[in-house]
């Protein structure tokens, strides 16, 4: 049975490295590429690191049924293409979403037997440090991802899982994630997704 996967966390925890780590271990795993209308950062690619998309464009998809969920974060819209989780699936592949906790919140009440993974940072603090050194939002900006970030802290109860990503134990972190997978298909009853 493939598993739907969501991993989600606070902005700046980590889910883009765990996740850059994951698709090195060649297993037949589906990462999905999600829609944004915020611009690309340095190093970003479009189809790659997001679907890059104006405001009218993500709209009309909103209209159109073909997203997921979507969620506005930070002052922007982020959302996840319908038909790539469908065809993913068919394939039998696990799939991965990489989203926020509005997100993981909607796929919850979508598809409650999904498997939700909260990434945590092992402090505010560090969560921060990372944030600064990654150096890809204005001081302003910064300050509002960390606003959300503590509420989103909060919410860590509310996942199957909780995975802390401590400062340069990124390599610990990945292990877990995989670890879960491996136990999760050891299931007596699998998670079965449908979505309703
Ligand atoms: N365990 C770790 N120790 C130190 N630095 C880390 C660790 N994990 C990730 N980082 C670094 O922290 C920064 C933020 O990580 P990343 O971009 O993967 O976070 P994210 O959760 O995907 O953020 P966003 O939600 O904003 O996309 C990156 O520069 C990354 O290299
Ligand atoms: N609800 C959704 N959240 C998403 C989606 N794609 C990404 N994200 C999350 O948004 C924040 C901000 O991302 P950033 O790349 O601007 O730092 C982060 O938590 C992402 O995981 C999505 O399709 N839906």
Same mark, same amino acid.
């Given at each position: 049975?493939?598993?739907? #996967?969501?991993?989600?966390?606070?902005?700046?925890?980590? +889910?883009?490295?765990?996740?850059?780590?994951?698709?090195?271990?060649? /297993?037949?795993?589906?990462?999905v590429?999600t829609?944004?209308?915020?611009?690309?950062?340095?190093?970003?690619?479009?189809?790659?690191?997001?679907?890059?998309?104006?405001?009218?464009?993500?709209? +009309?998809?909103? @209209?159109?049924? &073909?997203?997921?969920?979507?969620?506005?974060?930070?002052?922007?819209?982020?959302? #996840?293409?319908?038909?790539?989780? $469908?065809?993913?699936?068919?394939?039998? +592949?696990?799939?991965?979403? /990489?989203?926020?906790? &509005?997100?993981?919140?909607?796929? !919850? $009440?979508?598809?409650p037997?999904?498997?939700?993974?909260?990434?945590?940072?092992?402090?505010?603090?560090?969560?921060?440090g990372?944030?600064?050194?990654?150096?890809?939002?204005?001081?302003?900006?910064?300050?509002?991802?960390? &606003?959300?970030?503590?509420? @989103?802290?909060?919410?860590?109860?509310?996942?199957?899982?909780?995975?802390v990503?401590?400062?340069?134990s990124l390599d610990q972190?990945?292990?877990?994630? @995989? $670890?879960?997978? #491996? $136990? @999760? /298909?050891? !299931?007596?009853?699998?998670?079965?997704?449908?979505f309703?």
């Open positions: 049975m493939p598993l739907l #996967v969501v991993i989600s966390g606070p902005s700046g925890v980590g +889910k883009d490295a765990a996740i850059a780590e994951l698709k090195k271990k060649d /297993k037949p795993w589906h990462f590429v829609a944004t209308t915020r611009a690309p950062r340095p190093g970003e690619s479009d189809g790659i690191d997001y679907i890059f998309l104006d405001e009218g464009t993500f709209k +009309k998809l909103r @209209e159109d049924d &073909q997203l997921l969920e979507s969620a506005e974060y930070a002052g922007r819209w982020y959302g #996840v293409p319908r038909s790539q989780v $469908a065809e993913a699936m068919e394939t039998g +592949k696990d799939v991965f979403l /990489k989203i926020d906790v &509005q997100g993981a919140e909607s796929i !919850r $009440a979508l598809a037997e999904a498997l939700f993974i909260f990434l945590a940072p092992g402090s505010i603090e560090e969560l921060a990372r944030l600064n050194r990654r150096q890809t939002e204005t001081p302003e900006e910064l300050e509002r991802r960390l &606003q959300i970030a503590r509420q @989103e802290l909060a919410l860590a109860g509310q996942y199957d899982y909780c995975v990503n401590r400062d340069d972190a990945v292990a877990e994630i @995989e $670890a879960i997978i #491996v $136990a @999760e /298909k050891c !299931r007596v009853r699998p998670r079965i997704v449908r309703s």
